[in-house]
């Protein structure tokens, strides 16, 4: 009967692991498809710019932050200030995760500002809300004439299925894209397409005019160069939205300049100095639209915050621990 | 405050300098406290001169970029700008110089020390506050709250700048109040603040000004009021929603000095406000924000004389993580 009963006890233990770790369930039922994950951030956005959370489905217990800071969701922050949303927005879906997100211009008093936000849709209710919001006037950073920005269309086109590459590989492009601008030293550690280009806070930052741009064009060629050498490193990751119909991925994450130095050598001995003296680091949210398993297309909102800030999403409870 | 020839270049101090400072970290190494097994009582072991000693080795530390020779807990807390960090990162990696004649404001009850005055990084100066808690001679907290040029929030040029000497004062018997006296005036100021219904919650001299980054706040043009009275008077501090997260931790009687640390929060629902004159007021960031102030309060004959220190702009309702 001893044995009997020990028995049972595997058993029982053995089922409560019967999914991957961290999985509440071996079946995961999102039950929204992109168009509806992505009618849920045109549902957030409604809500948002007329300052009504009743407006959309949230999760009585839904998580909202702005720029890396938890708080509670409807009041405060943007949602206090908004006046307007610029129409011209892009939205990225991934019906495995039920997250989407959403990058787009809002004004403020008038003022506008960059907006880029994840959402996570369970049960067709909004359970988590991450945004970066990326204003003016702030730091020396890139900030594109609103009336000018421009969305790639390749994000949105369907990729033919013979053409494409696996969600485990397009993350591993991305983090390529990440490893290679951590520690920027000329080592490429992503396959990039001749023809890749980067808008960062609207302004295209891989193709002339002001900043990287007129150092050096194209995203492998500054890569080779070594021009972003600050990035001490690109710290918590994460690649919550795959698109694998479109190839596209989207990330989040931070940028530490520790700016320990405050100048340094290019592989063509180019001296480069850095703009900011003190360590800071950046938030961001990022898109990458892969193309014959190249990075194509780079599109990112980021935001200055505090030196080695956290993302609440990433490490809840764990401020004290560093690393 | 006095002040010699300004910033002192780091490591490259005179010989007799260095001479004294080897034999005052001689001299603590072999002090019987350093040996003694830990003690509640111990904390008291290490008085004003004691806490002023250690405080001056953990600035030059961080200059000469070498951590092994000072006295650790054996559990170190560590923030700058209210993230936690590995010492030896943040200004550590930065700093090139200090101030050689800074404010420095011990407290034996609590086992704090603050040091305020100007850091260098890479040559360019800061506003620098660096709070450290001393449990049985060993440094157990390190709050480093630093305001660099190139953020939003308003900054005056740090050379030539010195704390008022008022601060240095020692105030007379009669002129002295008790600790939870001064506690509950610097309380009532940033209730003041606060509210701002036009009420006063404490003492206010008739000259009381207040200075951040080296601006004054209080007098000078476009100001609706001069004065820490009159400002409050009329209502001028609207844009501020909440003074929170306050903390009192270094206190000083016989000077009439209180160091607080709190968290300004600036909802920015209004780009304007009317003051309780009449006035119409604009406000100077006009998006949501927090400012974390490390304030010293001076209180003469239970008034509030002087308000001067530091704000570091932060993303809104950003979290500290030492209350």
């Known amino acids: 009967m001893k044995t009997f009963l020990a028995f049972l006890g595997v058993l029982a233990a053995g089922s409560a692991m019967a999914q991957a770790p961290g999985r509440p369930s071996a079946v995961i039922q999102v039950g929204c498809d992109r168009d509806c994950l992505i009618g849920f951030t045109d549902r957030y956005v409604d809500a948002l710019v007329r300052r009504d959370p009743a407006r959309a489905p949230f999760s009585p217990s839904v998580r909202f932050t702005e720029n890396d800071v938890e708080m509670p969701l409807g009041n405060d922050g943007l949602w206090g200030t908004i006046n307007a949303v610029r129409e011209e927005s892009m939205a990225i879906a991934d019906e495995e995760t039920g997250n989407a997100a959403w990058f787009g211009i809002v004004e403020e008093h008038g003022n506008p500002a960059y907006l880029a936000l994840r959402i996570k849709v369970e049960e067709r209710r909004i359970t988590e809300v991450e945004t970066i919001v990326n204003r003016r006037p702030d730091m020396p950073k890139p900030f594109g004439d609103p009336a000018e920005l421009y969305y790639d269309p390749a994000f949105a086109e369907v990729v033919p299925a013979q053409e494409r590459r696996s969600r485990e590989r397009l993350v591993a492009i991305a983090d390529g894209y990440f490893s290679t601008v951590e520690l920027n030293d000329g080592t490429i550690f992503a396959p990039f397409h001749e023809d890749c280009g980067r808008v960062e806070n609207g302004i295209r930052t891989t193709s002339g005019g002001s900043g990287a741009g007129s150092v050096a064009l194209g995203c492998e060629e500054q890569l080779r160069l070594g021009i972003y050498r600050i990035n001490k490193r690109i710290r918590e990751r994460r690649y919550p939205i795959i698109d694998e119909a479109r190839q596209v991925v989207v990330a989040t994450g931070f940028f530490d300049h520790a700016n320990t130095f405050d100048r340094y050598t290019l592989t063509d001995g180019r001296e480069m100095r850095t703009v900011l003296k003190w360590p800071n680091s950046i938030s961001l949210i990022e898109a990458f639209k892969i193309k014959d398993g190249k990075i194509h297309r780079i599109h990112a909102v980021f935001t200055y915050v505090p030196y080695f800030m956290h993302s609440p999403f990433t490490r809840p409870n764990l401020d004290w621990q560093t690393r | ?323």
């Open chain 2, 1 to 323: 405050m006095s002040r010699s020839n300004g910033i002192a270049r780091g490591a490259r101090g005179t010989a007799g300098q260095l001479l004294a400072t080897a034999l005052a970290a001689l001299l603590f190494a072999s002090s019987p406290a350093a040996a003694q097994s830990p003690s509640p009582k111990r904390r008291a072991d290490c008085d004003r001169a004691c806490l002023i000693e250690i405080g001056d080795r953990y600035m030059q530390a961080m200059v000469d970029k070498d951590r092994s020779d000072l006295p650790w807990a054996e559990r170190v807390r560590f923030t700058e700008n209210d993230v936690a960090l590995m010492i030896g990162d943040g200004l550590w990696g930065s700093i090139t110089a200090i101030d050689d004649a800074p404010f420095r404001l011990a407290d034996a009850t609590t086992g704090n020390l603050l040091w305020i005055g100007i850091v260098e990084e890479h040559g360019q100066p800061a506003y620098g506050a660096i709070r450290l808690k001393i449990e049985e001679r060993r440094i157990a907290d390190v709050e480093a709250v630093v305001a660099r040029e190139g953020t939003p929030i308003h900054f005056a040029p740090p050379a030539g700048y010195e704390i008022d000497e008022r601060f240095g004062e020692t105030l007379p018997p009669a002129e002295r109040r008790p600790r939870g006296r001064l506690i509950a005036l610097a309380e009532g100021y940033y209730d003041t603040m606060e509210r701002n219904d036009g009420r006063l919650l404490g003492e206010l001299s008739a000259d009381c000004a207040r200075i951040s980054n080296g601006v004054d706040l209080t007098y000078g043009e476009n100001l609706p009021a001069q004065g820490c009275r009159a400002q409050f008077q009329i209502g001028y501090y609207k844009p501020v929603d909440r003074v929170r997260a306050r903390r009192y931790a270094i206190v000083d009687e016989e000077l009439g000095v209180v160091a607080a640390f709190a968290m300004l929060d600036h909802a920015a629902r209004d780009v304007e406000y009317r003051t309780l004159d009449g006035q119409t007021v604009g406000i100077p960031i006009e998006y949501p924000n927090s400012h974390r102030v490390m304030e010293l309060l001076k209180i003469r004959d239970g008034a509030l004389e002087r308000v001067e220190g530091l704000g570091v702009f932060q993303p809104y309702l950003m979290p500290s993580l030492w209350e």
